[in-house]
């Protein structure tokens, strides 16, 4: 069973690398701009369909090799999942290292067929665009960290009836494979990562409303209805992962506290449920939204394919990846590669934003 888990988060990551290139806005190839009257270049095209049938293809030789060994040996528990993180990222860097190399190849284009040349650069902007964004309320998100906070009172109160050695990490058959000694830190160190993971959601839908909106000149009215539904359902999709790692993460911290509502075939399980739910909201954010919308049915305008472009803003983005822009002040910015979101590294805030939660996690992981 296990084998098989580890087996289908292989292939979804796979196909989710190997189809980017189709998840992304036509103006956009492998991290360059490309303005909307080359955006059909069959170079272009061909690049994209190439770039998906070498990545998938590596990806399923990669998840078949896994598979057969995994079958043929009978690894214990901990190799096996050693050698599964070392194959997932094995299938990333495939990807990463054939983008890089596309990446190149599109720009080199780009300079030789001088698609910007003799172009009038335009950045459009939207005065009622803030007014338009429908987020969630940042009080929903709060709610959550509520619950938290309550999770780590409740469970001063239960201190004394809590086990003298407590449970800091669960193996893949459901059982407690780690355990710390009981402090008044250790039993609320669950409930803290997870009040630093749900602040983590927060910033994000709180980054969304002033993240500046990169509109079509060519599309106003489509691009600026794109831009407006990514930034909803993105925040839907955090409230999502919110919830769920909430529901989960507090029932694991519970268990501790009365054992008698646990079980191993609970603990086993219900990781499964949220790595399944999890997959498939991120097919459904992925196929039915795409990266900035891209894939979402809006009303058609005709395209205006005047001798006007976006901005071209290739020079802030390093690989394509790694946005700095010290003008913009937007924290957080759409990917150019990939859905969802990446940070302006630019903005002294984004080092914060970055960091301080992943220390305190680390501080609160190796006080243990």
Known sequence: MIIFLFGFILLFITVLQALTPKLLKQTEAFGVYVPEQYAKEQTIVAYKKRYTTVVLTLGIILLAAYLIWALTQSPTEEVLSLISVGVQF??????????????VRVKRLKEAQ???????????VDLQFQEKLQLIPRIVFIIPMIITVGLIIYTFMKYAQMPDMIPTHWGPSGQPDAFSEKTYFSVVSLPLILLVMQGMFLMMSEGMKFSGAKINPANKKTSVAQQLAFRKYSSWFALFITITMTLMMGYFHLQTIHPEIGSAWVMFALPLVFLVLTFLAVGIYIVKVGQSGSRLKIEEESPNLEDKIAVDDDKYWKGGIIYINRDDPSILVEKRFGVGWTLNFGRPLSWLVLFVPLILILIIVFSL
Not at 92 to 103: D, E, Q, S, V
Not at 116 to 124: C, D, F, Q
């Open 114 to 124: 001088g698609w910007t040349t003799g172009k009038k650069e335009v950045r459009v």
């Open 90 to 103: 094995s299938i990333l860097f495939i990807g990463l290292g054939y983008y890089f190399m596309m990446h």
